[in-house]
């Protein structure tokens, strides 16, 4: 079983920028699928952004493409998301997500919550 421990989240004005990190028990980020979702009050929660570790391909929705970027990082041992141009909308609580299995072939399926086994606790975003 993988802990995962998100942080990074506060009080952001829209336009600005934030970035995101989460952080895995033992090596589970060698070779991992690991993903990025939020869920708003009211809403079912949506992916954002995957990735596959490694130094592999990374994903995206549509509504966060060219303003959110995920990545690794090596030296922290983490998986961040830095959010720029950020929105009212982008407000939620965010979700880091791993996954037992490696990313799909197939894209959309790497951003499905069904593709992910294990989760955080999550951070809040507010977007004033």
């Known amino acids: 079983h993988v802990q995962l421990v998100e942080s990074g989240g506060g009080l952001v004005q829209a336009g600005g920028s934030q970035r995101l990190s989460c952080a895995a028990s033992?090596?589970?980020?060698?070779?991992?699928?690991v993903g990025w979702f939020r869920q708003a009050p009211g809403r079912e929660r949506e992916a954002v952004a995957a990735?596959?570790?490694?130094?592999?391909?990374?994903y995206y929705v549509d509504s966060v493409k060219g303003r959110f970027t995920i990545s690794e990082d090596n030296t922290e041992d983490t998986v961040d998301l830095v959010m720029t141009s950020l929105k009212p909308e982008d407000a939620a609580m965010y979700y880091c997500a791993w996954s037992l299995w490696t990313c799909a072939t197939v894209d959309m399926l790497n951003l499905r919550a069904n593709h992910y086994t294990s989760w955080g606790q999550g951070t809040q975003v507010t977007v004033s």
């Open positions: 033992g090596s589970a980020y060698r070779s991992a699928c």
């Open positions: 990735i596959s570790t490694g130094g592999g391909r990374t």
